[in-house]
């Protein structure tokens, strides 16, 4: 079946770094990513989203860029800081908020 | 506080008990979800509602597993006879009936089958 996934586990990056966290999913068809922010003991917080008809959207100090020849999203989180220390997932929109969620990258901003 | 609200966080029950959780969504909010996040995974989803409606439900959720939302607001989770693989977190989010509208979570309840 389709499924939403991610190359690395954990990405470790020093505060001020810019950060890059990558996506990979299997439906061409496919055609609204979210990403989401994962704090310890508590649910998704939502990111940034981007459709299809899109290949680059920017919010605060985040960028996603999806590239749907490859069929690859990223998330940049600019200037990290201590506070985005978190777990990251991207996650496909199916339809009415049905997501379907890859398995997360463990995001590490040391001092 | 607006968020959507899950009630208990923790819970801890023997195998074969029944155990059930409650969400209460943005008052505002006529979708309804519940996920199961095992650890290091992401979230699964199980089954959402519109309003009371029940309109769709994951092959996760077997039998032993019912959603109810009576009044088109609050929902409960139950799971009979618990089992160790039931163990997990499981989370409530609540949206607006727009296809592009954002998905607030809860906290979640986490439940620990011993």
């Known amino acids: 079946g389709e499924s939403v996934g991610l190359h690395l586990p954990t990405l470790s990056v020093q505060e001020g770094d810019n950060s890059i966290i990558n996506c990979a999913y299997s439906?061409?068809?496919?055609?609204?990513f979210i990403w989401y922010k994962q704090e310890s003991g508590k649910g998704p917080q939502f990111i940034i989203d981007?459709?299809?008809?899109?290949d680059k959207r920017q919010g605060q100090r985040v960028t996603v860029l999806l590239n749907k020849t490859v069929k690859h999203l990223s998330l940049q989180i600019a200037a990290t800081q201590p506070g985005d220390s978190a777990v990251y997932f991207c996650?496909?929109?199916?339809?009415?908020?049905?997501?379907?969620f890859g398995t997360g990258t463990r995001l590490l901003v040391s001092p | 506080d607006t968020g959507v609200s899950q009630n208990p966080r923790h819970k801890i029950t023997k195998r074969g008990q029944n155990v059930t959780f409650r969400c209460d969504p943005i008052?505002?909010?006529?979708?309804l979800y519940w996920y199961r996040q095992t650890l290091g995974q992401g979230p699964e989803f199980l089954t959402y509602?519109?309003?009371?409606?029940?309109?769709?439900k994951s092959r996760l959720l077997s039998d032993r597993f019912s959603a109810e939302r009576p009044k088109g607001s609050f929902s409960t989770l139950e799971i009979q006879r618990t089992e160790q693989g039931d163990s997990a977190m499981y989370l409530c989010?609540?949206?607006?009936?727009?296809?592009?509208?954002?998905?607030?979570f809860g906290q979640g309840t986490r439940l620990t089958v011993v």
């Open positions: 989010a609540s949206s607006l009936a727009r296809q592009d509208a954002e998905a607030f």
């Open positions: 439906n061409s068809a496919s055609d609204y």
């Open positions: 981007i459709r299809s008809n899109m």
């Open positions: 996650a496909e929109n199916t339809g009415f908020q049905k997501l379907v």
């Open positions: 008052s505002e909010h006529n979708r």
């Open positions: 509602f519109q309003n009371e409606a029940q309109l769709e």
